[in-house]
């Protein structure tokens, strides 16, 4: 088995457990493997391995990805994406994870709307009030979401959140928490479900699913500790 292979076998295995702690299903958490600054030959090792869903967080290293590998994959746009590059990517994505204003949440329609698709989008939530975080603040979603539930291009599926960085897994739980009670304060005045929680990655992804994550981001615990730059 390859290493790749051998690190998602137990990722997996500590998604069902968490899961399980949680009282859902591992079938009930969507793992996506970030696959940023790696290359299509590694990536199709995770393949190999039975991994369909991938992430990538920047639109120019993802594309000549997308087209290197098999059509089948189902890729996600994780990171921050501006406003310029939503023609590049409207369509290319099943998940749009990072949108965090207004603004480009309109433009994605209006864009999604003359290609004739319908865009998936979470919003995304700065819950811990982190200067250098994107991402909505708790107290704009209800306008936010008002503005952005009638658009006839976007489906808004749910949330996202990223904790602060810490040694300490647990430092990340209250966030969590707070993004799941955001979302289901959000729900029952909407009406809408918000049914997706993308909250975790490597290193605190066990308490992002037991604060009820739906999808886990999951990079460098599959693929190794990426190269000193990490965008
Ligand atoms: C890189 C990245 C991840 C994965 O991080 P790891 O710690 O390598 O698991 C998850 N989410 C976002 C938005 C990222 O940019």
């Not at 006839?152 to 949330?159: C, D, K, M, Q, T």
């Not at 602060?164 to 009406?191: H, I, M, Q, T, W």
């Amino acid at each position: 088995m390859s290493q790749i292979a051998e690190n998602l076998e137990f990722i997996r295995q500590r998604i069902a457990a968490a899961a399980e702690r949680n009282g859902r299903s591992a079938k009930e958490v969507k793992l996506v493997a970030v696959s940023k600054t790696y290359p299509p030959e590694i990536i199709r090792e995770a393949v190999e391995a039975a991994q369909q869903c991938f992430g990538e967080n920047r639109v120019q290293d993802a594309l000549p990805k997308i087209d290197a590998l098999p059509p089948d994959l189902e890729w996600h746009l994780i990171g921050h994406l501006q406003t310029n590059k939503v023609r590049k990517v409207i369509g290319r994505f099943a998940l749009f994870h990072g949108v965090d204003n207004t603004a480009l949440a309109l433009q994605m329609n209006r864009i999604a709307g003359e290609f004739g698709v319908t865009a998936s989008i979470l919003l995304e939530v700065n819950v811990s009030g982190e200067e250098s975080k994107f991402g909505f603040t708790p107290n704009a979603l209800p306008a936010a979401l008002e503005e952005l539930f009638p658009l006839p291009h976007l489906r808004i599926e749910g949330l996202m959140t990223m904790a602060p960085y810490s040694e300490n897994p647990d430092c990340a739980r209250p966030v969590f928490e707070g993004l799941r009670k955001l979302r289901d304060a959000l729900s029952a005045a909407s009406g809408h479900p918000l049914k997706e929680l993308s909250m975790g990655m490597s290193g605190d992804f066990e308490q992002g699913i037991e604060e009820g994550a739906t999808i886990v981001r999951i990079g460098s615990a599959i693929f190794g500790t990426r190269a000193a730059v990490t965008h």
